[in-house]
């Protein structure tokens, strides 16, 4: 059973989602695709102990043996991104089932959770994957069933946003698929273990050269980095909030894990930081991503909007790490992904509860909710303060981190322009504050809207857990340093 | 060495076509349409890899040496029923968007939705 494990994670949302369309109330399909989520959540954990002990789990589908079989490989860095998905998941359906009331028809419930589960297990499965075609199917598993999630959304700009994602995230798709083909060509393998062994024979091609930039160039489509990052704002804006909940949290940290086992295991360090100048061009990406997209967030009425171009700047620093190509640098990256899932995670869910209760969540009817919903607007404080990078946060570690990175390899400027990057988040948050508890609410009350209550346990109970998780994380920062510096080291270590 | 690699240039001027449709284009179904093109030129690049000259089907029988690789094949089994059920989304999405919007053009669905912010 236990050698099993690592399919079971992936096989278990897989084959759950189908089966969620025979259960006749939405109430039941929520139960059964919690418990799912659940049980991948424990199977991770498990995992990560397995892998922490033990070291690199490998597992062959259907016993063939590797390079012809597919072979399913947890190192470190895929438990960690395992842990980070299906907990992530199982806290955000905690909330799903009261929040999909309100915003999606009840016929559509059933089929919310089958999209759910399928986009669940192709996130797992691109990180438990150790094979690259596999990659490419579970990565369109996970973006066909984001398309359908996101065209779910009650205002039709939600259909033309999840349009645009399809066909953004096809052409980005599509060039990893060349990607792979040519490398295939020039190798005869799909799997990324024998890939970073065999490609070294053939690296001075152009071929592989023309295959490795376009799966960049697909992977940082999927990432939306910037300049690739039009479909981003409007995707998250107008899905469903629980889908915005999950996919801000998990998604983006699927393509930037992505980026790390392209970049850093199948081509290794020493090609892709010298065939393409990825030091310069992540490093020059990510700051202007950062500066772009906090100034965008600065100005925007519509508070998903707002955190949805936030995300887009917490993007570039986890760039910016990976740009420094240190084990310092990567295991910032990787504390910043943990972190920025947790926080974003807090952020949308707590906004998931307020269009619950306030079906707005424009910045101007965020008026004197800071005392008619105490809990849920405490729990955006401290996420946005996280998001900041106040210290005893989350995020305070992180940037910490990249900070110190940055001064290691002697990026003095770079670390300047970080923290004064923190310093428009400030400002972006404090424009929530300001509304939420310094302006009276009787403006609101006036264009005849109720006053809003304090939102139900269904949204506290996991908007806590992860504002906690914040909290206790930024303080506690032994275990989540600890798996990113051995996940760091072993990546960095792998390469030669 | 130009000729030699005919197949090659197929796939770049396809893929090249497709992409410039997607781009340029503002109607949502033509979109779709290029984005198939796009895709369909990187079939062909897969299975023109697997190809050997004076190859036949990858079958066991006597006195055949020379067979093309049946992976690549059959791993654009996989890809084609991806591109499908994206086609069917896509398109689903922009009858749904010409329901909700009365327009299947980039540009007037845009002007509609700058005019509700």
Redesign the interface.
Known sequence: MLTHLVILQVIVPLLAAPLCLFLTSSRLSWFFALISSLITCVISILLLQQVMTVGTIVYELGDWNAPWGIEYRIDKLSAYLLIIISSISTVVLLAAQTSIEEEIPQDRHNVFYVLYLLSLAGMLGIVATGDVFNVFVFLEITSLSAYSLIALGRDRRALWASYQYLIMGTIGATFILIGIGLMYQMTGTLNMNDLSVRLREVDQTRTIFVAFSFIFVGICLKLALFPLHFWLPNAYAYAPSIVTAFFAATSTKVAIYLLIRFTFSVFGLSYSFTALPLQTLLLVLGLLGIFVASIAAIYQQNVKHLFAYSSIAQIGYMVVGISMNTTMGLMATLLHLFNHALMKGALFLALAALIYQTGSVRLSDFQGLGRQMPLTMAAIVLGGLSLIGVPLTVGFVSKWYLVLAAIEVGWWPVAVLMLVASLLAIIYVWRIVEIAYFSPPANGMAQGREIAKEAPLAFLIPVWLLVSSNIYFGIDTRLSVQVAQAASQSLIGLSP | MLMGLYNYWIVVILMMIG?YI?IAHGN?IK?IVG?NI??TS?FI??IS?AKIDGDTAPILTEGVNHYSNP??HV?IL??IV?CI??TA??LA??V??KE??GSAEEED?QKK?NK?C
Do not use: W
Request: glycine share 4%; no cysteine; hydrophobic share 65%.
């Open positions: 992409l997607v949502l979109k984005l796009f895709q990187v690049l897969y890899i992976l690549p791993l996989t890809a991806v059920a994206t989304l896509g999405l922009a749904r968007i909700a919007y669905i939705d509700e």
